[in-house]
């Protein structure tokens, strides 16, 4: 049985170093122009950076590519993709099959991770995409743990599932609040990314709050709760899933940093042994309580069918 890969989501440069020695063993980045919902945004000279930075430390950059394009990107696509394979990326993310397709023209080595976020709920559908060129498939989040561990148990290609962070419950790819302060005759400019202004719908029959941001790809609005399943990871660490997702989507770079040093705990901890990992796994469960931003509780998201959005 081998470790899971760590993979997390920097917000900047500045957060590539400290989350490798936190125990990051990969990262996702790129720029909104072609990746969805990410939780910072690098340019191509910053891309590069953090590729120079990770691989000194041994580490892995994933370049999301996982827009939904319209005609007008298709032809910067096959440009794109020859970018990451001269940063040396070590794999795209797509969910278009277009990228797939240009990727198997223009750069047929480079290894593809398919992630759509909503479609992969079966280990045919996953193993169709590994057919087609993929080496990972990204999983649902509204999945339970008994359909992780069987698609595993069925999967041709690696496994990838979201252990920490919010979910997107939809998305539009028009510029919704946007266009309605255009409507209204005001000027408003999202920054959402930058943390300057968090909005939010409020459903106060419920108390919730849903975080909604906007950038090239439209609007998302996002779960009330943060999946958090630090203390339940023994059934997929059986099963061999490969990747755990820390997603540090409109969160704080400190926070992101001690979420990552509390998973890489908890992964030792279960290698060394089990009982190790039994003995603590509330205590570190405490350790990302005590952090949790008031406004969002954790919750185990649809692993155990506890959610209702």
Not at 240 to 246: L, P, Q, R, Y
Request: proline content about 3%; overall charge negative.
């Amino acid at each position: 049985m081998k470790k899971p890969e760590l993979l997390v989501t920097p917000l900047t440069i500045d957060d590539i170093l400290p989350l490798s020695e936190a125990g990051a063993d990969a990262f996702v980045v790129g720029e909104q122009r072609y990746g969805l919902r990410l939780a910072g945004e690098f340019n191509r000279k910053e891309v590069q950076k953090a590729v120079e930075l990770a691989h000194s430390k041994g580490k892995k950059v994933y370049l999301a590519m996982n827009a939904i394009f319209h005609n007008e990107k298709i032809e910067e696509l096959s440009e794109y993709i020859r970018f990451a394979v001269e940063t040396s990326a070590d794999a795209i993310i797509f969910g278009d099959p277009a990228v797939l397709m240009v990727a198997r023209e223009t750069a047929p080595s480079m290894k593809l991770h398919w992630s759509t976020e909503t479609t992969g709920t079966n280990w045919y559908t996953c193993n169709y995409w590994g057919r087609k060129g993929a080496k990972r498939a990204v999983l649902a989040r509204e999945i339970n743990m008994d359909s992780i561990v069987e698609m595993k148990e069925n999967a041709e290609v690696e496994i990838e599932v979201l252990v920490h962070g919010m979910s997107c419950m939809f998305q539009s790819k028009r510029s919704l609040l946007g266009n309605y302060y255009e409507y209204q005759g005001k000027v408003m400019e999202i920054e959402n990314r930058k943390m300057q202004e968090n909005m939010f719908l409020h459903d106060k029959e419920r108390g919730n709050k849903y975080p909604i941001f906007e950038d090239e790809n439209g609007t998302h609005i996002m779960s009330p709760n943060d999946i958090c399943i630090i203390d339940e990871l023994q059934e997929m660490l059986e099963a061999g899933v490969d990747s755990f997702k820390i997603d540090g989507i409109l969160k704080s770079p400190e926070y992101i940093l001690a979420v990552t040093k509390a998973y890489k705990e908890a992964i030792d901890l279960y290698f060394e042994d089990p009982d190790l990992y039994e003995d603590k796994k509330d205590a570190l469960l405490s350790s990302i309580e005590e952090i949790q931003p008031k406004s969002r509780q954790l919750d185990t998201g649809f692993f155990f069918k506890e959610t209702v959005y």
